[in-house]
């Protein structure tokens, strides 16, 4: 019968948040704990405790969200070193999977556990413990009262006996294990020892099953996951080659294998790293996003711009590397039955532009988060995904309500607005107007010009906890008799114009 080994980090969530050793930190979710690190443990920290209680005890515990597929994200770099070692892991949940034993490969089930051990080590995962015996429950709880950086073995046939002394609260149903306790069981072997018919009759189904576990009878088999394809594509030049269009037109081939494999998976790319090699060593590596997904004349047209950034090359290139780091279903980049995606026409006629002028030389703009105009326009270059340093989708008070103006000059200009006797109108700390504004120019080098309406201020703290950032500025609304209108702002006593009505 084949043997089980479980692997276990333990309090993955801490170890996926990369927090350091001698830091007391806790993840926390729901307003308890989900999972603390060693020296927040040394406090007092314990997990399930509230997040007020957690601090109590440690004044300078570093608190973080809860994220689960961060963490997932994090342990899929474990699956793929324990699948170098042995193929067919079994993901159970972040930090916990199963294998098969590779016993006979190694030479024994715990030397197969340190080989793991030692290879996870090496990812930056301390603290790993292993667990083997017959079944997948019994190997888990062996696991988990393993050592650290040590196994448990549970002998063959003695999965029962090992588990007989294990609390009643090793079984994952809190429903039933308060029931079980409540009728005085309060082991596995006490558990075990009713008749299996009676168990059934009383817990059903379920309570069947996890009174087979309790036995050391685990019909459980280890359901594991495919080992995902290698797609990265690979182009070695013999002999190395110096200059860009020569390096890029053989880089096509190349490139319709790479989106052909993937389309025969099913998938496209929208995120691919690109990697240079010169002179036996990585002289380039860049990560593009494409708004779309990559085809093959877009891999070449990245690769041409990657190497046409001044000092990329140094040395003649040997080879050019492909690598997918986002892919996504071909069917969710489909064009829809009655069309409607962007013109390919258009797509080629600005990527030629771009390989004439420079890639950063055509943009595209699109809107993001921010308080004042000019900083919620995001310029990213033609054929990238645009990623937005701040989401409009969140609150941002003190911004300005619609209607937006039109034109937002690059940089305010320096403007200036004067009472109707000539003196200077300002606004005190308070937020009140100084006077009434009577006569204004929106650049130095423009006119005077008389106010016929005007709104505002509108006080802004922009980023008041940051001594170095913080701004104090109040936002006005102003019209010319022309007709012309303009937001502007008053900033320590000067005057600026962001925007223009038109």
Known sequence: MARTMVLWAPDWPIVAVDVPASVPAAVIDKGQVLACSQAARSEGVRRGMRRRDAQSRCPGLVLHDHHPDADARAFEAVLTAIEELSPGVAPLRPGLCAIAVPSRFYGGEAEAAAVIAERLVGLGVWDVRAGVADGLFAAEQAARRALAQDSLVVPAGGSGEFLHDLPIDALDD??????????????????????????????????????????????????????????DAT????????????????????????VTDLAGHGLVCTTVLIEVDADGSLASSRRWMHPRWFGPTDLVDRLRWQLSVQGAIRAPVDAVRLIPEVTEPLGDHADSLFGGGPDERVERGVARVQSIVGHESVVSVTVQGGRGPGERHLLTPWGERPVASRPAALPWPGSLPAPAPATVYPSPQQAMVVGAEGQPIGVSGRGVVTGEPARFRVAA?????????????????????????????????????DGSAFLMIVEAGQWWTEARYD
């Open 174 to 231: 809190a429903d039933l294990v308060g029931l079980l306790r409540r009728m005085g069981l309060r082991t596995l072997g006490d558990f075990a020892s009713l008749p299996p018919s009676d168990v059934h009759t009383r817990f059903g189904t379920h309570g069947a099953l996890l009174h087979r576990l309790a036995r050391g009878q685990d019909p459980h088999p280890i359901s594991r996951r495919q080992v995902p394809p290698e797609f």
């Open 235 to 258: 182009l070695v030049l013999e002999p190395p080659l110096d200059l860009v269009d020569p390096i890029a037109f053989s880089l096509r081939t190349t490139a319709e294998a790479f």
């Open 445 to 481: 080098d423009q006119g005077w010009q008389p106010v016929a309406a005007w709104a505002g201020p509108w006080p802004v703290d922009d980023q008041w906890w940051d001594e170095a950032a913080a701004r104090r500025i109040a936002r006005f609304q102003v019209v010319g008799v």
